[in-house]
């Protein structure tokens, strides 16, 4: 079982820019891929970004490419999530995921989740 502690949510202007970090601990961090995903009200749970175990393969939603970013650092056991030119449609509660295996991009490839921090992007 992984633990997971996310961080660095908060409230932004639009066009502005939030890191969030998430910090791993439990199974080795290397061996899975992970994901940052969202969830606004009403709505259902969607797949903002993840990583693959190594790093060297990545996907994002066609909501945030060009904007977000997600990077690992294997050595810390850490994942993160650099969003820039934030809009208010990205208001959310962003949930940091460790996979089952090295890769995934879809909800079920996902099995132990952060507590999630609130992103709000006001206009």
């Known amino acids: 079982q992984v633990q997971l502690v996310e961080s660095g949510g908060g409230l932004v202007q639009a066009g502005g820019s939030l890191r969030l970090s998430c910090a791993a601990s439990?199974?080795?961090?290397?061996?899975?891929?992970m994901g940052w995903f969202r969830q606004a009200p009403g709505k259902e749970r969607e797949c903002v970004a993840t990583i693959s175990w190594s790093g060297g393969r990545t996907y994002y939603a066609d909501s945030v490419k060009g904007r977000f970013t997600i990077s690992r650092n294997n050595a810390k056991d850490t994942v993160a999530l650099q969003m820039n030119s934030l809009k208010p449609e990205d208001t959310a509660v962003y949930y940091c995921a460790a996979g089952i295996t090295g890769w995934g991009k879809e909800l079920p490839d996902f099995r132990s989740w952060g507590q999630g921090t609130q992103v709000t992007v006001s206009s």
């Open positions: 439990g199974r080795t961090f290397s061996s899975y891929a």
